[in-house]
Every structure is written in structure tokens, then in C-alpha cells.
């Protein structure tokens, strides 16, 4: 069974700071993806930053980049110089690539506060 | 490039009812899948859509049923509502055929069972 788990239900950072968000992940699936998601409280869920299992390097986008270590199967999502409007849910998830169901499997979330 | 669109916005049903969701997918996309997120909790995987055929289902029960449309714009549809099917409804478009078949998602409906 594939499960992802974000320990921290909330985090704060203070303006301009860089914050880390846990990921741990477990499945028997040797190919898989995983994805960071971040979801205001309007609802729509934004598509943040992907980490190919086999990749050698560690994704980066922007602001964002992923701490990914294989072996200990965690991908925390790093957020530098953070931002008043970074202050959202955050996902972590994860699809499985031996399937083509494209099923992604989510976290339970953690919420960020951006203190001004 | 015009996102995923969900319609409608907020929609209030009684227990018993039925209801239907419906969903555009991002230009480009042939892929549609479902997911129920409850308040507090993360997304739950309903369905997938490919070719207008399902690919894939969570663990729902058959009253969740979908279709797939020749424009890849999808429905959900839910007959006998129960109260715990209060949730937001998320439908997230894909490509299969890029490198990562990210997923992208649309606003949501969000449905509450009176």
C-alpha cells in the first residue's frame, strides 16, 4: 500500500525566512513520482514542484525546491524568502508509475502561516 | 491557455438526492480524474478518465459514477446522497504523454448533504 505522511499539522515562518515542510512516504512501487500541492483557502489545488523518483537531481522551481532523500523515502518541500501569500494548506502526494490509473495518494496537509 | 473549470461553485442538496458535477479540462488534456476532500482532510482519489473510458477507481461505492465526454470534459454524478458526502469535489486534467502527467486541478464544487 502506498501512504504519504506530513507530521506537522501547522507551521509558522516570519517573512522572508525559509521554511521546511515534512513529506515521509512508503510504497512498494520501484517508479514513482511525487508532487507538493499547495491549497488556499479559496480551494483550488496549485500545482507546486515535482520529484521524479530516478531523478538524480533535486527538483527546484522558483522559490521552491524539494529536499528528496531516497533512502530515508522523505521529500520535504523547502520554501525560501517566503512571502505574506505563501500562507496556505500545503500537500504533499504521490503516484505510483507501475499503474497508468494516475491515482495520487495525498497527505493530510500542513497548514502554513506567514508572520509579517 | 484556458485551466480546469468546475461548475457549479457551491451547491446545497438533501440526503436522498442526486447531484452531478461537472468539469472542463485544461486544452490539451486528455485525462480527467476525480477526487472527494473532506474538510480538514486531503484529497481522495474517486476516479480516472482516459479516452472517455474509466482507468482507475478509489474506493468508492457505485453510486459515484462518471463519464468522460469526446471534448475530455467530464461529470460526476452521485445518486442517494448521504450527509457524510459533504466534501469539496475537486477534477484535476492531465497528459499522459509528458514526462511527469502532472496534474492540475480546477476550483472545486463544493457540495454539503442536508
Known amino acids: 500500500a502506498q501512504k504519504i505522511t506530513q507530521t506537522q499539522p501547522g507551521m509558522f515562518v516570519q517573512e522572508k525566512e525559509a521554511v521546511t515542510l515534512d513529506c515521509t512516504y512508503d510504497?512498494?512501487?520501484?517508479?514513482?513520482?511525487l508532487f507538493w500541492y499547495k491549497q488556499p483557502s479559496s480551494g483550488e489545488m496549485i500545482f507546486l514542484i515535482y520529484?521524479?523518483?530516478?531523478?538524480?537531481q533535486n527538483a527546484t522551481e522558483g522559490r521552491y525546491s524539494l529536499n528528496f532523500q531516497k533512502a530515508r523515502k522523505s521529500a520535504n518541500l523547502v520554501i525560501s524568502a517566503s512571502q505574506l501569500g505563501d500562507s496556505a494548506m500545503y500537500f504533499c502526494?504521490?503516484?505510483?508509475?507501475?499503474?497508468?490509473?494516475?491515482?495520487?495518494?495525498f497527505g493530510q496537509g500542513t497548514t502554513l502561516q506567514v508572520k509579517p | 491557455e484556458t485551466g480546469v473549470t468546475q461548475s457549479p461553485t457551491h451547491l446545497i442538496k438533501t440526503r436522498g438526492q442526486q447531484v452531478t458535477l461537472r468539469c472542463s479540462s485544461q486544452?490539451?488534456?486528455?485525462?480527467v480524474s476525480w477526487y472527494q476532500q473532506a474538510l480538514g482532510q486531503g484529497p481522495q482519489f474517486i476516479f480516472q478518465?482516459?479516452?472517455?473510458?474509466?482507468?482507475g477507481r478509489g474506493n468508492f461505492p457505485p453510486r459515484f459514477s462518471g463519464l468522460q465526454f469526446p471534448n475530455y470534459s467530464s461529470e460526476l454524478n452521485v445518486n442517494a446522497l448521504e450527509l457524510d458526502d459533504s466534501a469539496l469535489y475537486l477534477c484535476?486534467?492531465?497528459?499522459?504523454?509528458?514526462?511527469?502527467?502532472?496534474?492540475?486541478f480546477g476550483p472545486g464544487t463544493r457540495l454539503t448533504v442536508l
Open positions: 502526494a504521490m503516484r505510483g508509475l507501475s499503474s497508468n490509473t494516475g491515482k495520487l495518494i
Open positions: 520529484q521524479g523518483s530516478y531523478d538524480q
Open positions: 478518465y482516459y479516452r472517455e473510458e474509466e482507468n
Open positions: 510504497t512498494s512501487d520501484p517508479s514513482y513520482g
Open positions: 486544452s490539451g488534456h486528455n485525462t
Open positions: 484535476a486534467s492531465s497528459d499522459p504523454g509528458t514526462s511527469t502527467d502532472t496534474q492540475y
